[in-house]
T-cell receptor
Framework: QKEVEQNSGPLSVPEGAIASLNCTYS??????FFWYRQYSGKSPELIMS??SNGDKEDGRFTAQLNKASQYVSLLIRDSQPSDSATYLC?????????????WGAGTKLIIKP | EAEVAQSPRYKITEKSQAVAFWCDPI?????LYWYRQILGQGPELLVQ????????DSQLPKDRFSAERLKGVDSTLKIQPAELGDSAMYLC????????????FGPGTRLTVL
């Protein structure tokens, strides 16, 4: 069974520090990787997508993908209290033409002022 | 900015009653998903539509749940009768259906069954 694993946390990080969130996946042929942010009581919001090995930067966010090791990570620089949320990792496999995502359970991030 | 619309935002009902949720995807998005999310878990796919056709409803409890997207645009998810275990967030998402898996979510409907 295809799985996506995340540490449930909570991960506590001081304001201004770098928050590092990790995700591993089981299906070696996975091709598309996504990070969603979800505030308490709200719906998931797409913040990063990554398709190739290496780093992808967008503002304070950097997604890192290592297909050989089957992990994807999200770095948040200069963490702000507003970054406190649950971060969901989602993965699609190349063999799935139905564009379905396999979801992790999320990591709760707390930024301490 | 284009958004996925959902209504109602909150619904409280008693068990054995019927409830219905509505979703209007981003204009032009061919693929529509209904998810259920329980606190502390990732979204669980209930049903996926491509235009007006069901692509996957393997996880939809068909004895009580139904979903339709008659004209390939907006969609309705119904539960009848509701059970206590149905209390959850019901999320609708859409994507273009092209070679891109980015899914965009509506605000969700928080269902509480008493």
């Amino acid at each position: 069974q295809k799985e996506v694993e995340q540490n449930s946390g909570p991960l506590s990080v001081p304001e201004g520090a770098i928050a590092s969130l990790n995700c591993t996946y089981s299906d070696r042929v996975s091709q598309s990787f996504f990070w969603y942010r979800q505030y308490s009581g709200k719906s998931p919001e797409l913040i990063m997508s990554i398709y190739s090995n290496g780093d992808k930067e967008d503002g304070r966010f950097t997604a890192q993908l290592n297909k050989a090791s089957q992990y994807v990570s999200l770095l948040i620089r200069d963490s702000q209290p507003s970054d406190s949320a649950t971060y969901l990792c989602a993965v699609n496999t190349s063999g799935d033409s139905n564009y379905q995502l396999i979801w992790g359970a999320g990591t709760k991030l707390i930024i301490k002022p | 900015e284009a958004e996925v619309a959902q209504s109602p935002r909150y619904k409280i009902t008693e068990k054995s009653q019927a409830v219905a949720f509505w979703c209007d995807p981003i204009s032009g998005h061919a693929t529509l998903y209904w998810y259920r999310q329980i606190l502390g878990q990732g979204p669980e796919l209930l049903v996926q539509f491509q235009d007006e056709s069901v692509v996957d409803d393997s996880q939809l409890p068909k004895d009580r749940f139904s979903a339709e997207r008659l004209k390939g645009v907006d969609s309705t998810l119904k539960i009848q009768p509701a059970e206590l275990g149905d209390s959850a967030m019901y999320l609708c998402a859409s994507n273009t259906g092209l070679d891109n898996n980015e899914q965009f979510f509506g605000p969700g409907t928080r269902l509480t069954v008493l």
